[in-house]
């Protein structure tokens, strides 16, 4: 079934590593976001696309790095992970065409990320 | 900062009962409202949204609306066990297509 898929669905790795989280959806939806969710601040954003090769920062942007060359794929990377930055990642997109204007977001799966 | 504010519960309600969870904004420039369910361990679903002021209803669910007060609020009617979960708010403006989430209602529906 096509969607939104997150990989990997887990990972732990090491405080300095570089890590990177994928995004891919089926429905051409023209935005996509990265958020994360900690116990007790629900979910901030962090960085979200318009469309190709358009990004900008979210809430709490700093160290993190995204890119979107196709419409498809919204790639998250921590350039060096720290432990302040385990979490669980998810990805949205959304269609502003669709759902009467609502701009509706649909969620992935989830990364749960562990910096040790 | 724009703030969605969310009681983070748990609220415990008994089957059958009416759930009601409260979300309050604090942008006035807010134009849309959604509710999300995220069951433990799983992302977000979401289950209305509203962007007029007054009552929107979708089956057991309400969705209610008060720009003026800054308000949202979400019925749940007939509450079963399996609507156990935590109920996020989440607000979005005018001026990018992002949300900004409240923390959450867990609900825990007694059977």
């Known amino acids: 079934d096509a969607g939104i898929t997150q990989s990997p669905r887990y990972k732990i790795t090491e405080t300095g590593r570089q890590v990177t989280l994928m995004c891919h959806q089926t429905?051409?939806?023209?935005?996509m976001f990265w958020y994360r969710q900690d116990l007790g601040h629900g979910l901030r954003l962090i960085y979200y696309?318009?469309?190709?090769?358009?990004?900008d920062k979210g809430e709490v942007p700093d160290g993190y790095v995204v890119s979107r060359s196709k419409t498809e794929n919204f790639p998250l990377t921590l350039e060096s992970a720290t432990r302040s930055q385990t979490s669980v990642y998810f990805c949205?997109?959304?269609?502003?065409?669709?759902?009467?204007?609502?701009?509706?977001?649909?969620f992935g799966p989830g990364t749960r990320l562990t910096v040790l | 900062q724009k703030e969605v504010e969310q009681n983070s519960g748990p609220l415990s309600v008994p089957e059958g009962a009416i759930a009601s969870l409260n979300c309050t904004y604090s942008?006035?420039?807010?134009?849309?409202f959604f509710w999300y369910r995220q069951y433990s361990g799983k992302s977000p679903e979401l289950i209305m949204f509203?962007?007029?002021?007054g009552d929107k209803e979708d089956g057991r669910f309400t969705a209610q609306l008060n720009k003026a007060s800054q308000y949202v609020s979400l019925l749940i009617r007939d509450s079963q066990p399996s609507d156990s979960a935590t109920y996020l708010c989440?607000?979005?403006?005018?001026?990018?297509?992002?949300?900004?989430f409240g923390s959450g209602t867990r609900l825990q529906v007694q059977p």
């Open positions: 696309s318009a469309a190709a090769d358009i990004t």
């Open positions: 509203i962007y007029s002021n």
């Open positions: 989440a607000v979005r403006d005018t001026g990018r297509r992002a949300l900004t």
């Open positions: 942008d006035r420039g807010s134009q849309s």
């Open positions: 429905w051409s939806h023209s935005y």
């Open positions: 949205a997109s959304s269609d502003p065409r669709g759902s009467g204007g609502t701009d509706t977001q649909y």
